[in-house]
């Protein structure tokens, strides 16, 4: 179990992912249609209720910078601040700058309000240009509504070291 200062529940543990959790953790990624690459689960941070994993996100490694990736709730434990204890927790261990992919319009303002800013393709390290080329294209030419976010903000609240 991790200590953490920013308070989870009594029911919650927060903890980094052990080898019996690739399989659950990529059942989720897959059924959540979320980017599949690099699911190595020395990089995934977790949070489990009762014994069943409930929310994780990863930190995937490129040559100049940090990709905030595979974040997930299950539906029926969000809107209790899970994703953002994780983002916070997965910001403070980045060790080179930390972009993210959007997908999905809505969350846009979820990263936002953790420090993260809209960037364009043109700002992104060349690692992530390759890695996200497609979703420019996509954007670009089929009006997709993805959002490339870098981490800009040092938030000031107690957190985690995992």
């Not at 299950?74 to 927790?89: A, C, H, I, Y």
């Not at 959007?102 to 690692?127: A, H, M, N, R, W």
Request: charge should be positive; proline fraction near 4%.
């Amino acid at each position: 179990m991790i200590k953490n200062t920013i308070s989870l529940p009594d029911k919650y543990i927060f903890r980094k992912a052990k080898l019996v959790d690739v399989g659950v953790i990529a059942f989720l990624i897959f059924k959540a249609r979320l980017d599949p690459t690099q699911l190595k689960w020395e990089q995934f941070l977790v949070i489990e209720s009762y014994g069943r994993l409930i929310a994780f996100g990863q930190l995937r490694n490129f040559d100049s910078a940090q990709e905030l990736g595979s974040l997930y709730v299950v539906p029926n434990f969000r809107n209790q601040g899970l994703g953002t204890f994780l983002v916070k927790n997965l910001v403070i261990q980045a060790n080179k700058p930390l972009y993210l992919k959007c997908v999905k319009k809505e969350l846009v303002k979820f990263y936002t309000s953790t420090g993260f800013i809209p960037v364009s393709f043109d700002e992104l390290p060349q690692s992530l240009k390759i890695k996200f080329y497609l979703s420019y294209v996509r954007n670009k030419y089929f009006n997709a509504s993805i959002t490339f976010m870098k981490y800009k903000s040092l938030i000031e609240l107690p957190l985690s070291k995992v």
